[in-house]
């Protein structure tokens, strides 16, 4: 550099900070976790977790509902952090839907009950000491001394930050360490079920290998569309497919003429967000992972995962690649078709409670396909209430689950829900009132929702997914329907499970669950104008 020469100055990054405030509120708290774990007494920590962990998911929703009476919903929606997070009415109705499930998705990890193995003390769902090896001594020792891991708060959190930023992310790089920072914590939460261990870490291990394999797939896709656009960001991707950029790179010239890069990467970043969906042919994770993850974790997972990922799905589908729609809807139909008929015929054949709602979980993911291939706001808007519906009704049931239990813990096998109605009627009545939300029934939310999507999908001209999408539901609902008949209509075992009695924690998701699924079943057209006005993506 000769002498004299100016020097450029590197500009300083801008952050908003305020409207980034969900996210950092709850990074923050998952940090304060963290410490909590290091210099906190071990008898303390269980309180101060639990009340760390709501206090921040409940301020994060503060925020999302400050920045959307503000008009970041609507007028007000830009992209913010140099271009890495949107902050409009999808990422800010998604956000809202991830905190609230979350937040009662804790309460379910907060349930304590008496063990008589831990001496009477009170223990939760997860391992006594996570590092210890299944039925050692020193495992033994910890389950006799009450021990319980509360280090799954501050994972959770963790999981959740990752989620918010998720469907907001703007750039490529940022939604794949958005998709890494929730997918960690969730390895791990899958690997510490107090009952059945092994079952969990084979479930957590076939998690992380399947879910490491849809990363670099998602990777390898960011490379190729980022030497095809010659940028990452959403909104120069999207310039460069639709042919309105203006200024070349000379470096990219040739490649911007070859759609060859953009149409495998495009279609390797897809991939990547249909696993995280559970669509098929990429679902072969979610029936073992849910059956042999911590039942509060396979809850959490199916509803704030779930969301998350559509809101990716939507914004990359949108945002970045409309030019491309004629290229993308016909493998999305196939992919549509296969989701709803494979998840709704295999749950016909499940004896496990878990699994067969691991079923249902992928059949719903075809169902909310359907609102996303209608290209259109009216799609948008149906898929956003589908996923608020379906959040709450999928965490109600998964607490329900928690509830039935025997010498072994959960009761999760079929034949042993048998005479359930007779033995515990309100339990078997909630779950029945769940399992025909799943189905569809008029009056639930899972009939508002469905009507959304089949509808929005018929305009948009997909008709054919709506017939099939019908067909689905009614194979689905012959085994939900099978599931209250054995509850209701046959005789209970000598040696059936029990109910255990639920603390205030549970019985307010449970309540919670049941009140959603009603309101939004008999009144949804509040929250489908909520839905329809968060509805438009910012670029």
């Not at 000491?129 to 001394?145: D, I, L, N, R």
């Not at 089949?454 to 009614?474: C, D, P, T, W, Y």
């Not at 085994?479 to 029990?498: H, N």
Request: glycine share 10%.
């Amino acid at each position: 550099m000769a002498a004299g020469q100016p020097v450029d100055r590197i500009p300083a990054p801008h952050i908003e900070y305020a409207q980034l405030a969900p996210t950092l509120i709850v990074v923050g708290a998952a940090v304060l976790g963290v410490l909590v774990e290091a210099f906190v007494p071990r008898k303390s920590r269980y309180y101060v977790q639990v009340f760390l962990a709501v206090a921040a998911l409940a301020s994060a929703f503060a925020a999302v509902v400050g920045l959307a009476a503000g008009g970041y919903g609507s007028d007000k929606a830009h992209i913010a952090a140099m271009g890495a997070v949107a902050v409009d009415g999808p990422a800010l109705f998604l956000q809202g839907i991830i905190l609230l499930s979350a937040v009662v998705a804790v309460f379910t990890f907060a349930e304590r009950r008496l063990d008589p193995a831990a001496h009477g003390n009170r223990v939760d769902s997860f391992a006594a000491q996570a590092a210890s090896v299944p039925g050692s001594e020193s495992e033994k020792a910890a389950v006799k001394a009450g021990f319980t891991t509360t280090e799954v708060f501050p994972l959770a959190l963790f999981a959740v930050s990752g989620m918010l930023v998720f469907p907001a992310a703007n750039d490529l790089l940022t939604l794949f360490v958005a998709l890494e920072v929730f997918s960690l914590p969730l390895y791990l939460l899958c690997a510490v079920a107090r009952r059945q261990r092994l079952m969990s870490q084979e479930a957590a291990v076939k998690y992380f290998l399947l879910g490491a394999f849809s990363s670099a797939f998602l990777l390898f896709g960011i490379a190729l569309v980022y030497g095809y656009a010659g940028s990452v960001s959403y909104a120069a991707i999207a310039d460069v497919v639709d042919g309105t950029v203006t200024k070349i790179d000379p470096a990219l010239a040739d490649t911007m003429g070859n759609d060859a890069p953009l149409l495998i990467g495009g279609a390797l970043i897809l991939m990547g967000l249909l696993f995280k969906v559970g669509a098929v042919p990429f679902h072969m994770w979610t029936p073992d992972v849910y059956q042999g993850a911590p039942t509060p974790v396979t809850g959490f997972m199916a509803a704030a995962t779930k969301v998350a990922a559509f809101g990716a799905l939507l914004r990359l589908l949108y945002v970045v690649l409309p030019g491309l729609r004629w290229d993308w809807r016909p493998v999305m139909w196939g992919v549509a078709i296969l989701t709803m008929l494979a998840g709704a015929v295999i749950a016909v054949t499940q004896t496990d409670v878990k699994r067969l709602l691991a079923y249902s979980s992928i059949a719903h993911a075809g169902f909310i396909l359907a609102g996303v291939i209608a290209t259109s706001a009216e799609g948008v808007k149906s898929v956003l209430f589908y996923l608020g519906a379906y959040s709450f009704v999928t965490i109600g049931a998964f607490a329900v689950v928690t509830l039935v239990r025997d010498a072994g813990g959960e009761a999760t096998h079929l034949s042993k829900w048998a005479g359930l109605g007779r033995r515990s009627p309100l339990t078997a009545a909630v779950f029945a009132v769940f399992l025909l939300a799943f189905a569809g029934i008029p009056l639930t939310s899972g009939f508002a929702g469905k009507f959304a999507v089949f509808k929005a999908a018929a305009e948009g001209g997909a008709g054919v997914l709506v017939v099939v999408g019908v067909i689905s539901s009614a194979i689905a609902a012959f085994f939900y329907i099978r599931v209250i008949v054995l509850m209701f209509f046959s005789e209970p075992k000598a040696d059936g499970p029990t109910v255990a009695v639920p603390s205030p924690l549970t019985m307010t998701t449970i309540a919670v669950g049941v009140a959603v699924t009603l309101v939004l079943g008999v009144a949804p057209q509040y929250f489908l104008d909520l839905a329809g006005q968060a509805s438009t993506f910012v670029r």
